[in-house]
């Protein structure tokens, strides 16, 4: 299998993690990647919410520089994913859209490469089976909530490769690695996104009703695959526990205490299903508990099943630390460069 990588900013700066262990599994799984030659930023939030010609342009740019090389596009960024796919439909269904990228641009492009996201490859493309076959440290025991966010399976006829609604690629993908896929009902609500620079408290909200909700769900840890929501759970989860100690001293902390039905939703004691706006609490059961939480790439998560040292997946880059589900998965050592007791 080969792609042309497009890495996007945030793998090449903040999310150097995510990159790292997306090129390791990978590799371990001879997947081969060639970055996009002079690739350039696909706009993100701030070109589709101020010009509406570059919000098309710029990540047209990378699928025609792909081209050259004959491979469809693999990107493992869920917002870079989003502005690539939604290029590309553009062009393909709106003809002045086309034109116009074409006049900015300077070379035609008719939408027709390909653009996937790593997990779209690696479970549609390589197959939950055979990741299955290569495991080599089976993650028993971890229970693991998948947190999908706003933009990889929505709008549905952009991304289309999971429910928009139920999506469960990163479930299949914890599961192979012999971990728990707990349910949960938030596994698509929002984040925050880029709030978190503008709103940090908005964002603390957010992140305080996901952490709560998985742990509540039995959750260990979360998985994600966008860095942005990573940054938005895992740096700002210390916003998330002022959030919590809120809730604790006020008037929230007497609200009934949700449970989780089998189903993945959210439950009231009287047995009514809860909204999503709803504050969620700790395993331990009492609102504005928030225990520290991991949240982790679904790429690092699955080269710890492929039995690649840590150093390779970066996960020092954890603001949360993942060193106790190391210690707990692989309690006579995990084979990596933690402090667990085993060798790099």
């Known amino acids: 299998m080969k792609y042309a990588f497009f890495p996007g900013c945030s793998l090449e700066s903040t999310a150097w993690d995510f990159e790292h262990s997306t090129r390791a599994v990978c590799r371990a799984l001879e997947i081969e990647l060639c970055d996009i030659p002079d690739w350039v930023c696909c706009g993100s939030t701030p070109a589709h919410s101020s010009n509406a010609s570059l919000a098309v342009a710029l990540p047209v740019f990378n699928p025609q520089k792909a081209q050259t090389l004959g491979r469809p596009v693999m990107t493992a960024c869920a917002s870079c994913y989003a502005r690539l796919r939604a290029a590309n439909h553009k062009v393909r269904n709106e003809p002045d859209e086309r034109r116009r990228a074409e006049r900015i641009t300077g070379r035609p492009y008719d939408g027709s490469v390909d653009v996937r996201h790593v997990v779209d490859v690696l479970v549609n493309g390589y197959g939950v089976g055979q990741i299955r076959t290569r495991v080599k440290r089976p993650l028993a ?27 469960t690629a990163m479930d299949d993908l914890v599961a192979a690695t012999g971990a728990e896929p707990v349910q949960w009902p938030y596994k698509t609500e929002c984040c925050g996104a880029s709030l978190s620079m503008t709103s940090s408290s908005v964002v603390g909200r957010l992140g305080y009703k996901l952490i709560a909700m998985a742990r509540r769900a039995g959750a260990h840890c979360l998985a994600v695959a966008c860095p942005l929501c990573q940054v938005n759970l895992d740096l700002r989860q210390a916003d998330a526990a002022k959030h919590a100690a809120g809730v604790a001293a006020g008037a929230n902390q ?91």
């Open 254 to 344: 007497t609200q009934p205490t949700p449970t989780v039905s089998p189903g993945g939703h959210a439950v009231s004691p009287g047995g009514h299903t809860v909204s999503p706006g709803c504050h969620a609490v700790s395993p331990g059961g009492h609102a504005g508990e928030l225990p520290p939480t991991p949240v982790l790439y679904i790429t690092q998560l699955l080269g710890l099943a492929l039995g690649l040292p840590t150093g390779e997946l970066g996960l020092k880059a954890l603001s949360v630390s993942a060193d106790p589900l190391l210690h707990a998965c692989y309690a006579g050592g995990c084979g990596c460069d933690c402090d667990c007791g085993g060798t790099s």
């Open 141 to 167: 025991g971890l229970r693991v909530a998948c947190y999908y966010g706003c933009l990889l399976s929505r709008p549905p006829d952009v991304v289309a490769f999971d429910d928009p609604n139920q999506p």
